[in-house]
């Protein structure tokens, strides 16, 4: 069984660019998150789907983000533009259903370097 | 913020215990401890989960104290690919079950 799948493993781009990452969850998983970690902080939660439904995206830094999870499969996560803050890792998770217990499976991520 | 207190980094010899402290002191009684961690330039990675008892899976053990104040995880005999950071995690921030991550514990497995 296919992990959680992202791509690109690694985008460069110029500030005031645009990036779309994309996440491939584990086929069947119901819930779908993304996080970040920016230079020298913690991984900090974004947003959270369930199936298309975005469920809490308390954790979106503004709206230069959009996060789309179109038919329940897979996600984007565009930034648009870019700016040099947005520098960092952004991890996708998905896990299988919505439960106080359940697990979190996570891609490896996405390096996004804003020049 | 995160709910959690651990240690920044600690060292172990290969082949021996790895245990790893937790301190949750405001945990509520409905909350899960959480063990993820994250190797070097991958995505964190779930390692194992409790609520009141101990537990324990194929990849460690879980001990958590009677008031659930603490918790301690146990890799039994380290090896050098579990040199990783070390996130405990009892804090959802709410109705959904977004992870608040910590600063971790560095642990550093030594041949």
């Known amino acids: 069984e296919a992990g959680v799948t992202q791509f690109p493993s690694h985008s460069v781009i110029e500030k005031g660019q645009t990036v779309t990452l994309r996440c491939d969850p584990i086929?069947?998983?119901?819930?779908l998150y993304w996080y970040r970690r920016v230079m020298g902080k913690e991984i900090k939660f974004l947003l959270h789907?369930?199936?298309?439904?975005?469920?809490?995206e308390s954790g979106m830094p503004n709206n230069r983000f959009l996060a789309e999870r179109t038919g329940g499969t897979y996600s984007t996560l565009k930034v648009q533009p870019a700016e040099l803050e947005d520098s960092g890792v952004y991890f996708c998770?998905?896990?299988?259903?919505?439960?106080?217990?359940?697990?979190?499976?996570f891609g490896a991520g996405t390096r996004l370097s804003v020049l | 913020d995160a709910k959690t207190t651990q240690p920044p980094s600690m060292d172990c010899a290969e082949g021996r215990a790895a245990n790893l402290p937790c301190n949750h002191s405001?945990?509520?009684?409905?909350?899960?401890v959480y063990w993820y961690r994250q190797i070097h330039s991958q995505g964190p990675q779930y390692i194992i989960h409790?609520?009141?008892n101990n537990e324990t899976n194929e990849m460690a053990s879980l001990i958590i104290t009677e008031d659930r104040k603490s918790s301690t995880l146990i890799l039994p005999h380290a090896t050098l690919r579990d040199t990783a950071v070390y996130y405990c995690?009892?804090?959802?921030?709410?109705?959904?079950?977004?992870?608040?991550f910590g600063t971790g514990t560095l642990l550093a497995v030594q041949p």
């Open positions: 086929s069947g998983h119901d819930n």
């Open positions: 789907f369930v199936k298309e439904s975005k469920q809490d």
């Open positions: 995690i009892v804090d959802y921030g709410g109705a959904t079950n977004k992870l608040i």
């Open positions: 405001t945990i509520s009684g409905n909350e899960y």
């Open positions: 409790g609520l009141k």
């Open positions: 998770a998905s896990s299988p259903f919505w439960d106080r217990a359940d697990i979190q499976y």
